[in-house]
């Protein structure tokens, strides 16, 4: 069993910053990308920001320049910081990762709990 637990996101005004961190637990073998997707009310979940295990990065064009992506292989964990936060921002926030869980050929996607995030204007 593979858990993905976020840290808290929470309430920030216009121009400011957050960090999220997400974990990767349970059976791992290996994690081909861990990453950040979001779900504003009314709209459907978007890519926000992933990193894949060469280092190489995908972010979406609307937080290029704002937001960061970093991971700590050794944790398996992942941070998003975001900067410069607007209040179209505002969403709930979902952590992925494609894990090999039991066999190293195999992957699946797995999602955290999702963690709200507020930009106020």
């Known amino acids: 069993q593979v858990q993905l637990v976020e840290s808290a996101g929470g309430l920030v005004q216009a121009g400011g910053s957050l960090r999220l961190s997400c974990a990767a637990s349970?059976?791992?073998?290996?994690?081909?990308?861990m990453g950040w997707y979001r779900q504003a009310p009314g709209k459907q979940r978007e890519l926000v920001i992933t990193?894949?295990?060469?280092?190489?990065?995908n972010y979406r064009d609307s937080v290029k320049g704002r937001f960061t992506i970093s991971r700590d292989n050794a944790k398996n964990t992942v941070y998003l910081q975001m900067t410069s936060l607007k209040p179209e921002d505002t969403a709930v926030y979902y952590c992925s990762a494609l894990i090999s869980s039991t066999r190293r050929d195999i992957e699946l996607r797995y999602w955290g709990q999702g963690t709200q995030v507020t930009v106020s204007s």
């Open positions: 990193i894949i295990n060469d280092g190489s990065t």
């Open positions: 349970g059976r791992i073998l290996s994690i081909k990308s």
